[in-house]
């Protein structure tokens, strides 16, 4: 009998009365991606009242150098969740012992392979980028006081890399309101031990307290699920799934976007600081990290629904998966005009009461850039989860000459005209270079790949 109290005796999930909308994976994800948000904003709002303008700088500096592990990550976690639903849809639906048997083993290999990559990359990332960081941050204001707490966040951003392929394959399971309930927790554990170091006068070391926090939590889910990962090891071995020919034709071209897509983000605070300084870099690093929350909280109504796509494409429920994307896509572009809109209404009413802390954005005008480009770019995230569901990249090449093109751009014209110039840069970019090409390779893609549909 089931135990899942959403379930009816036969297991089947009751979705229906105030029970059902709780705890549906939509609401818990957008839930998940509003605590993550708001926490982000709550240690933004506290850095620019407890840090100098120079050490926010480097507190966003801090911040975007630990995304850096997307250069160990490589697209493996959604190929993973999108391997995952697809054998596991396969377990499910087996006619045969036989057959289920020969998907169970694959899922299990899918798994081992995980552990496996992000434990070698877990030790590259703490070996290359911890000197890497301390060589780039030479020479800036108070870099007495950086060793210590880069050092001691590129060891933690490190063991959060191992485990991350524990996440992926429970998402990719269909475990997802156990996924996103640990984030939720997870962002609130960060954002408190952040939000305190930073009131009591840790300065540079509050991200570094903030990750440290959240490992009880990360500990805590996993032992809760230790008989679940325990599988991928017990399992037979029967058949395997080859990494080199299977999965390897979809992660080279999603790394290459993941990484282009860091270049296009992320990367531009780092720069900021070297072109403008760290008074600059911080302002950077507000405005950037509210654009990003917009941004994370609209999609999260997409990818949570990225291993529901997959086994539509698995089973050709065509007319469905349309449905799906069109539905969850378009409250999406909704949510993120709505974040935008009142992001900027918080910053003008600062700057009106005169707070100080206004300043510490950009101003509204190139603050309002970077938001309308976080909504445009909004527009083409259902239609990248849709064709990665068929574990396919076509996006490679877009992401590629977008994230070069954003990046040069953004120092092209901030040499011209300023820290103004990044904002046109980003918009322009995205207004006249991804969203259209973006549409197009959609479209084209659609057409195709389900050309043979009954």
Not at 66 to 74: D, I
Not at 401 to 424: D, E, K, R, T
Request: glycine share 10%.
């Amino acid at each position: 009998m089931s135990t899942d109290p959403l379930s009816n005796g036969a297991g089947n999930r009751v979705p229906a009365g105030l029970k059902g909308l709780l705890f549906s994976e939509s609401l818990l994800g957008i839930f998940s991606k509003v605590v993550t948000y708001a926490g982000g904003f709550i240690s933004a709002f506290l850095a620019g009242l407890f840090l100098t303008s120079d050490e926010q700088g480097l507190f966003f500096s801090f911040l975007s150098f630990a995304m850096l592990y997307v250069f160990v990550e490589l697209g493996l976690n959604t190929v993973i969740v999108q391997f995952t639903s697809h054998e596991k849809a396969l377990v499910d639906s087996a006619g045969s012992e036989t057959e289920r048997s020969r998907a169970a083993s694959r899922l299990a290999s899918v798994g081992r392979f995980a552990f496996l990559w992000f434990g070698i990359g877990a030790v590259l990332f703490a070996c290359l980028t911890a000197p890497f960081g301390l060589f780039f941050f030479r020479g800036e204001l108070s870099a007495a006081a950086i060793p210590g707490p880069w050092l001691c966040l590129a060891l933690l951003v490190a063991l959060d890399i191992g485990l991350f392929p524990f996440w992926s394959l429970l998402e990719g399971s269909g475990e997802i309101r156990a996924v996103y309930a640990y984030r939720c927790v997870r962002a609130i554990a960060m954002v408190a031990g952040t939000s305190i170091s930073l009131a009591v006068g840790a300065q540079l070391w509050s991200l570094t307290v903030g990750f440290a926090v959240t490992l009880p939590v990360s500990a805590y889910v996993l032992i809760r699920f230790r008989k679940f990962f325990r599988r991928y090891w017990a399992a037979a071995k029967a058949e395997q799934v080859s990494w080199s020919r299977e999965m390897l034709p979809l992660q080279w071209r999603l790394a290459l976007s993941w990484l282009a897509g860091y270049l296009a983000t992320w990367a531009i605070t780092p720069v900021t600081l070297k072109m403008f300084g760290p008074e600059a870099a911080g302002q950077i690093g507000m405005t950037w990290a509210v654009a990003t929350g917009v941004g994370a909280i609209a999609s999260s109504v997409v990818q949570v629904k990225a291993p529901q796509f997959g086994t539509l494409v698995a089973t050709r429920r065509y007319a469905a998966l349309d449905r799906l994307a069109l539905r969850q896509g378009l409250l999406s572009i909704g949510l993120a005009s709505v974040g935008a809109i009142a992001a900027l209404g918080f910053v003008h009413s600062l700057a009106v009461l005169g707070r100080p802390l206004a300043a510490r954005f950009l101003p509204l005008g190139p603050m309002a850039l970077i938001l309308a480009a976080a909504v445009l770019m909004q527009i083409t995230v259902p239609m990248s989860v849709y064709l990665r569901a068929h574990k396919r990249e076509p996006y490679l090449w877009l992401s590629l000459v977008y994230a070069g093109c954003a990046l040069f751009a953004a120092v092209i014209l901030g040499h011209l005209i300023g820290i103004a110039g990044i904002p046109v840069a980003y918009f322009s970019t995205a207004a006249l270079l991804a969203l259209p090409w973006g549409t197009v390779i959609f479209l084209r893609c659609r057409r195709e790949w389900h050309r043979d549909s009954t």
